[in-house]
């Protein structure tokens, strides 16, 4: 059984730094895509950050490209989300999510991702 648990969330002042981990356990990983999702309230579902766990592919969206960066520790299988230069619009839960079923690239839509961790709460503050 997929588990996904994510950590690192937490309080921080505009333009500072977090950085989520999404530890993985139950399945080999070498042909997942690993995404970052984030929920505001009242606001759908964006996926801002997307890996390949073998390498070669990821994505950011728009509204983090240049501040967010998206890594996967093979040894720890742990995939990590390092956030920089904070923005109160960057509040929400974010979640870790695995898709098994793409071959190639990176699966954009937050729906064809299978699995799902808890969430954490990250709150950007002025």
């Known amino acids: 059984q997929v588990q996904l648990v994510e950590s690192g969330g937490g309080l921080v002042q505009a333009g500072g730094s977090l950085r989520l981990s999404c530890a993985a356990s139950g399945r080999t990983f070498s042909s997942v895509v690993i995404g970052w999702v984030r929920q505001a309230p009242g606001k759908e579902r964006e996926l801002v950050a997307a890996?390949?766990?073998?390498?070669?592919?990821?994505y950011f969206a728009d509204s983090v490209k240049g501040r967010f960066t998206i890594s996967v520790d093979n040894a720890k299988n742990t995939v990590y989300l390092q956030m920089n230069s904070l923005k109160i619009e960057d509040t929400a839960v974010y979640y870790c999510a695995a898709d098994f079923q793409r071959i190639r690239g990176i699966p954009l839509s937050s729906g064809e991702y299978d699995y799902w961790g808890q969430g954490t709460q990250v709150t950007v503050s002025s």
């Open positions: 890996i390949r766990w073998s390498g070669g592919n990821s």
